[in-house]
C-alpha cells in the first residue's frame, strides 16, 4: 500500500473544524469514512494526517491530507473519493514517501474577504504593514502551548467591486491568529482603532480588537518543496455548474427584496 498526498477543498459550514472529534462531523471524520467507503472496511485505520487545522466554518481551497491509499491507481482513488464524499472535493493528488508529514510544510496562504463598506484600504493597509515579518504575537492568538514569537512573509491587502481582500503568506499560525489580525485591520480601516492601538497590542499591553467571522476566511494553499500536486481537469464542472446556478437563484432572490 502507497503512501499519498491529497489537496481537498471543503465549505467550512456544516463542520467542527477540520480535526476529528468524538461525535462531532468533522473534516477528518469525513476523510476517514470516505476511505473506508471505497476500502469496503468500516473502522480501517488509513494513518490520515491533516497539514493544517482550521476552525468550525472556516472553508480552504487547498489543505492537504496524507493517507495510506486503498486504490493504487491515484486518479481512480480521487474519482471514488469524490463519488462517495458528501462535503470534501478531492482535487490533486501526489505521491509521497513513508516519512512524509504534512504538517511540516514550507508555506501557507490564507485569504480574507470582507465587504468595503466604511473601510479605508491605506489605512488597512498601513495597518497590515504592522504584522509583517516577526513578532510575538501573544495579542493576537489564543494560547496553545506554541511559542508566540512568528513571522509573517506577507500581507496583501486589494480590492475587488464592493469587496476587500487581504492575503497572508507565512509558513505557519497561531491558534485564531488571522481572524484576530483581520480584526484589528478592520478596526483601523473603519477608524475605530488607531495604527498607535494596535502598535500597543503587538508590545503586549493586553489590547483586544475581537475575532473576525469565521466564514470568510479560507485557506487557499499548501506548499511543499519538491512537491507538485497533479490536478485532473473537469472532474467538478458538473457540480460546479449547479452550484453557480443555485447561487445565481439565491442572488436573484435577494437582490428583488
Not at 473534516?27 to 476500502?39: F, Q
Not at 486589494?158 to 487581504?166: F, P, Q, V, W
Not at 458538473?238 to 437563484?249: P, Q, R, T
Request: proline fraction near 4%; include cysteine; charge should be negative.
Amino acid at each position: 500500500m502507497t503512501r499519498i498526498a491529497v489537496k481537498i477543498a471543503y465549505l467550512g459550514a456544516g463542520y467542527r473544524g477540520s480535526q476529528a472529534q468524538p461525535g462531532l462531523r468533522t473534516v477528518e471524520g469525513d476523510i476517514a469514512s470516505d476511505l473506508c467507503a471505497i476500502r469496503r472496511e468500516p473502522g480501517w485505520d488509513p494513518r490520515l494526517r491533516m497539514a493544517s487545522r482550521t476552525d468550525g466554518m472556516v472553508n480552504a481551497l487547498g489543505n492537504v491530507a496524507a493517507f495510506d491509499a486503498p486504490i493504487e491507481d491515484p486518479f481512480v482513488l480521487l474519482k471514488a473519493l469524490n463519488a462517495v464524499s458528501k462535503g470534501v472535493f478531492y482535487r490533486g493528488f501526489a505521491a509521497v514517501g513513508e516519512d512524509f508529514n504534512p504538517r511540516h510544510a514550507d508555506m501557507r496562504e490564507y485569504r480574507y474577504v470582507m465587504r468595503r463598506d466604511g473601510i479605508d484600504p491605506d489605512k488597512a493597509r498601513e495597518c497590515a504593514s504592522l504584522f509583517v515579518g516577526e513578532h510575538d504575537f501573544s495579542g493576537f492568538c489564543r494560547a496553545d502551548g506554541k511559542s508566540p514569537v512568528l513571522a509573517i512573509d506577507s500581507i496583501r491587502v486589494s480590492s475587488e467591486g464592493d469587496l476587500m481582500i487581504t492575503d497572508f503568506r507565512a509558513r505557519y499560525y497561531l491558534w485564531n491568529m488571522v481572524r484576530r489580525l483581520m480584526a484589528a485591520i478592520a478596526a483601523v480601516g473603519r477608524g475605530d482603532a488607531s495604527i498607535g492601538d494596535v502598535e500597543a497590542a503587538l508590545g503586549g499591553n493586553g489590547v483586544s480588537f475581537g475575532l473576525a467571522r469565521p466564514d470568510a476566511l479560507t485557506l487557499t494553499r499548501v506548499e511543499y518543496g519538491g512537491i507538485d500536486f497533479i490536478e485532473p481537469e473537469g472532474m467538478f464542472d458538473a457540480k460546479v455548474g449547479e452550484e453557480l446556478f443555485k447561487d445565481g437563484i439565491r442572488r436573484a432572490f435577494f437582490s428583488a427584496l
